[in-house]
Structures are given as structure tokens and as C-alpha cells.
């Protein structure tokens, strides 16, 4: 009989951040600050294990209120309307986490590059498991549109978003 197993995110040692090339010449660098995920999983290599993340976009932080002021408007996240981004997976292979994200009203197919760095107790007995997980979206596939160019005619914001998550995980 399989048993399914639970892991619920430990938010102290987990981070869902992003890159954005911005004027094209530099990196932007900004990270949610509150978020959830949950695994469920049959096994301990995590094999077709369910992932499923969210993230409040009014806690969106990039280190500069002007901008997390103008991520969470109508031009990007519209926070007030859109309040949550998720995530749900289909799949994982142990390198490929295939799945659903879902930003405003859009929902796409993504894939995501993994590595499952293992299983290890904590002092306190806790059983972990942790994750590094990257990706590249398109921003405008999610309905991510404000442009900009500059008087050179360079583009401020890229299109392409780098995902970087890195996840533990305590077992239930």
C-alpha cells in the first residue's frame, strides 16, 4: 500500500526570487516575501511527487518602494485584483518539474530545471528535503506588458523573467 507523505515549505530556509535584465545592462533581482508550497509524495527520491506553490504578489520585494510600488499596479501583478500567483505541477522526473502557473488570469505550461539536493535530519529530528529550482519565463505570456524604451532606444524591462527557488522543505 502506498503511502502518501506530506512536506510543507520551511519558509526560513526557502526563497522565490527572480532576475530581470533592466536597460538591458544591468540585473534586477527581487524576491516574494510571502509565499506557501506543499509536496506530496509516494517516495523519498520525490518521483512524480505533487508540488503546488503560491505567492502573494503584494509581497513582492526589489529592495526600491518606487518599483515594488509599480510591480504591484495595473501595469504588472495588479496586486488588488490578482492577489496570488500559483503554481500546481504535472509532473517531475527528478530533473524536470512540468507544471501550471498561473499569474493574474493567464495559466501556462512551464518547465522547470531541478535539483533534489536530498533528504537530512535536522538537529531537532526534523526530516528536510531540498530543492533548487530555475527557469525562464516570458513576462508577456502572462499578460506582463508595460514597455518602455529610452531616449537611446533601449528596452527597461526584458521580456524574459530568470526564476531562481530555492525550497526546503519539513516532512509532516
Known sequence: MNTTTKWNIDTAHSEISFKVKHMMISTVTGHFEK????????NDNFADANFSFTAKTDSINTKNNDRDTHLKS??????????????????FDGNKLIGDLTI?????????????????????????????????????????????????????VSDTIKLVIDLQFIKE
Not at 35 to 42: R, S
Not at 74 to 91: H, R
Not at 121 to 127: L, M
Open 35 to 42: 509565499f506557501n508550497a506543499l509536496v506530496e509524495t509516494n
Open 74 to 91: 495595473g501595469d504588472f501583478f495588479n496586486a488588488e485584483s490578482y492577489p496570488e500567483i500559483a503554481f500546481s505541477s504535472k509532473s
Open 104 to 156: 493574474k488570469d493567464v495559466t501556462k505550461e512551464v518547465s522547470l530545471n531541478t535539483d533534489f539536493n536530498g533528504i537530512a535530519v535536522d538537529p531537532y529530528g526534523q526530516t528536510k528535503a531540498g530543492f533548487e529550482i530555475s527557469g525562464n519565463i516570458n513576462r508577456k505570456d502572462f499578460d506582463l506588458t508595460w514597455s518602455a524604451i529610452t531616449e537611446a532606444g533601449s528596452i527597461v
